[in-house]
Nanobody
Framework: QVQLVESGGGLVQPGGSLRLSCTAS????????MGWYRQAPGKQREWVAV????????NYPHSVKGRFTISRDNAKNTVSLQMNSLKPEDTAIYYC????????????WGQGTQVTVSS
């Protein structure tokens, strides 16, 4: 099992940047696929970035591609999300996710961190 703690959320103006971080407990962090998801009020949770266990493969939906960058440091059990050119529609609670890579896949979630993009 793994526990996830996010940090780095806050209020930022449109066009600004924020960096979210997620620290994981456990000794097998490097075996998990990691991801960031978000949920805006009244909407379903959606993925915004995923990264493979080794960090060699990343993927983003069209809505954030070119603006968000996910990275991980397996030595420090951390995954980060650099968010640039933020838009008001990026406002949401952002959640860190860890997923096992062997079947059955198991998901673990952090408590979430609020990101608000507003002038």
């Amino acid at each position: 099992q793994v526990q996830l703690v996010e940090s780095g959320g806050g209020l930022v103006q449109p066009g600004g940047s924020l960096r979210l971080s997620c620290t994981a407990s456990g000794r097998i962090f490097s075996t998990y696929r990691m991801g960031w998801y978000r949920q805006a009020p009244g909407k379903q949770r959606e993925w915004v970035a995923v990264i493979s266990s080794s960090g060699g493969i990343t993927n983003y939906p069209h809505s954030v591609k070119g603006r968000f960058t996910i990275s991980r440091d397996n030595a420090k059990n951390t995954v980060s999300l650099q968010m640039n050119s933020l838009k008001p529609e990026d406002t949401a609670i952002y959640y860190c996710n860890a997923q096992t890579t062997t079947l059955p896949n198991v998901d673990y979630w952090g408590q979430g961190t609020q990101v608000t993009v507003s002038s």
